[in-house]
């Protein structure tokens, strides 16, 4: 749950999924659409499904007991060199680096390591250098303590050299070289996109689609639509995008509300417009399943952010 997120809005997530999913078998017997309710706001919902897949391996495939070997701890879906390592570690004592990017600055800054740490030859000499530092037994303890120091001394643009214990072994510290360091090579701009979102509904039902399991956030619900094309103005985009997913044809509306949202790699400026059904009847054609849902019950399905603030502004009109 900590990857790519902070631990203060980790750990109420973290409460109500041990109290929902108390043990490695409740998690293996629950059906994907509970799991992705659970972790609704936390994003990267793929982290969820490769958790519920990894439950089910582990105890239909290897009965129930989890594996402590580093090999078969990466092949478990989700699970790469760092979670390896910090499972390896922590759990069970192995004397095995676990790099986060809270590590990779502090060895980067350590050693005054001025390759880009965003590429995959200099994570294995990081790496390296954490296995130097290893002791034989506890590894566990320094690992942690070392992506503790990242997260809370050795800060990105404002490190608190006066408080680290490691400044004097610190070789980025003696040349003054704390905010050049880590390097990494520039990011490419993060492209923009307009996209148009379906309110298709009678009177008090609205039609949701659940989206294909191997796209982003696969296994949520939406509200049916997609990218608008370079070229097209909103309405025609929604009605061509409603044609294709659903084998639907539609009047384009009201705009009832425009909604922004930052992703990874990309940001969306979402247009959700209210429709009307013109001719047709509504099929799953690039959807794992589709639904008409009672607008007060939106809230049982599990969608993403932008898609949740369409319910809730459609609730709060209802």
């Known amino acids: 749950m900590l990857q790519q997120t902070r631990v203060e809005t980790v750990i109420p997530y973290y409460q109500r999924w041990l109290e929902k999913f108390p043990t490695l078998n409740h998690l293996a017997q629950t059906d994907e659409q509970d799991v992705l309710k659970a972790w609704e706001g936390l994003g990267y919902y793929s982290r969820a499904r490769n958790l519920l897949k990894a439950a089910r391996i582990i105890q239909n495939e290897l009965s129930g007991k989890f594996p402590r070997e580093l090999i078969k701890l990466k092949k478990l879906p989700g699970v790469g060199d760092y979670i390896a390592g910090a499972v390896a570690s922590i759990a069970f004592g192995t004397k095995t680096p676990a790099l986060d990017g809270n590590g990779k600055r502090v060895l980067s800054r350590l050693y005054a390591f001025r390759e880009p740490v965003n590429q995959g030859k200099s994570a294995r000499i990081l790496e390296n250098y954490l296995m130097e530092l290893l002791p034989d037994k506890r590894a566990g303890d320094l690992n942690q303590a070392i992506m503790d120091l990242g997260s809370r001394i050795c800060l990105t643009r404002r490190p608190r050299c006066g408080e680290c214990p490691l400044q004097s072994l610190c070789e980025s510290y003696r040349q003054g070289a704390q905010l050049e360091i880590p390097v990494r090579t520039s990011k490419r701009p993060v492209p923009h996109y307009q996209?148009?979102?379906?309110?298709?509904?009678?009177?008090?039902?609205?039609?949701?689609?659940?989206?294909?399991?191997?796209?982003?956030?696969?296994?949520?619900?939406?509200?049916?639509?997609?990218?608008?094309?370079?070229?097209?103005?909103?309405?025609?985009?929604?009605?061509?995008?409603?044609?294709?997913?659903?084998?639907?044809?539609?009047?384009?509306?009201?705009?009832?509300?425009?909604?922004?949202?930052?992703?990874?790699?990309?940001?969306?400026?979402?247009?959700?417009?209210?429709?009307?059904?013109?001719?047709?009847?509504?099929?799953?054609?690039?959807?794992?399943?589709?639904?008409?849902?009672?607008i007060n019950r939106l809230e049982d399905y599990p969608m993403g952010k932008v898609d949740r603030l369409i319910s809730r502004d459609l609730l709060s009109t209802h």
């Open 195 to 294: 996209v148009v979102a379906a309110v298709i509904r009678d009177r008090n039902i609205v039609l949701i689609d659940k989206r294909r399991s191997g796209d982003l956030l696969g296994g949520m619900w939406e509200f049916p639509g997609g990218k608008v094309e370079r070229g097209e103005n909103l309405a025609d985009a929604l009605v061509r995008e409603i044609r294709e997913e659903l084998g639907l044809e539609i009047h384009a509306g009201k705009l009832l509300n425009v909604y922004d949202h930052a992703y990874t790699h990309f940001s969306v400026e979402v247009h959700a417009i209210e429709c009307e059904i013109v001719a047709g009847k509504p099929q799953a054609l690039e959807a794992d399943a589709i639904a008409w849902v009672p």
